[in-house]
């Protein structure tokens, strides 16, 4: 059983998803956390993240661990290096690479293939499990998802917002797993809403397609 949860940077996916997962006894997936490896093996191998030939074999070569909040490459504790400012950036970059992100949605679909699972991304409902029954797309005002990143990380908001549009832009634009509402998805707008309204709505909904 997987409860997609798709949008943009910032909507509260994480928050709502891990929320949600634990609420459901669920496992909460992180795609993000996959795109950012793949942009910190990019940024410490010194390669251009616009350039695919330097890129995908990193991503089809990435040795990533999932553990709770623990993110690891090989051995390497990595939780805190993929959300660095640099590498947030990179991470937008590599992610729109078709080899990159066929490389990643491979190894999502293996995992949510068992078991019961929240997936938090941008493409969950659209591509990487169109199957799931139930899809939820988080949204929120640019401004507000832009003062939550900045509250989070101490970064002012004005720099983070003009950060954030660009990340927008790109996931939106982007030719494969493009940004995107699934046909059948809940739209949330989370602006004004706390984390615990939103979890409690979605669980709500979750009930009632007898999912939980
Ligand atoms: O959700 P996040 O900020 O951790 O995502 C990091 C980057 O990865 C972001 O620029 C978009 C990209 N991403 C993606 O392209 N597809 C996903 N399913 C998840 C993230």
Excluded at 14 to 33: I, K, M, N, P, Q
Excluded at 56 to 85: F, H, K, N, Q, Y
Excluded at 116 to 143: C, Q
């Amino acid at each position: 059983m997987v409860i997609a949860i798709d949008g943009p940077a910032g909507a509260g996916k994480s928050t709502v998803a891990r929320a949600l997962a634990e609420r459901l006894g669920a496992t909460y997936l992180d795609s993000g956390a996959m795109y950012r490896s793949v942009a910190l093996l990019t940024v410490r191998a010194g390669a251009d993240p616009d350039d695919p030939a330097a890129v995908v074999p990193l991503a089809e070569g990435l040795d990533i661990g999932m553990a709770g909040r623990t993110i690891t490459i090989g051995a390497e504790d990595v939780s805190a290096a993929i959300r660095t400012p640099e590498v947030t950036a990179a991470a937008s970059r590599v992610s729109v690479h078709r080899g990159v992100r066929e490389a990643m949605v491979q190894r999502q679909r293996e995992l949510l293939s068992d078991g019961a699972w929240v997936a938090e991304g941008r493409d969950i409902g659209t591509v990487v499990y169109p199957e799931a029954p139930l899809k939820v797309f988080l949204t929120a005002s640019p401004e507000e998802r832009a003062r939550r990143r900045a509250a989070e990380s101490g970064e002012e908001a004005e720099a983070v917002l003009a950060a954030q549009r660009e990340r927008d832009a790109r996931d939106i634009e982007r030719e494969h797993g493009a940004l995107a509402p699934a046909a059948d998805s809940v739209e949330v707008d989370t602006t004004g809403l706390g984390i615990d309204e939103v979890v409690e709505a979605i669980a709500e909904i979750a009930s009632a397609r007898g999912l939980s």
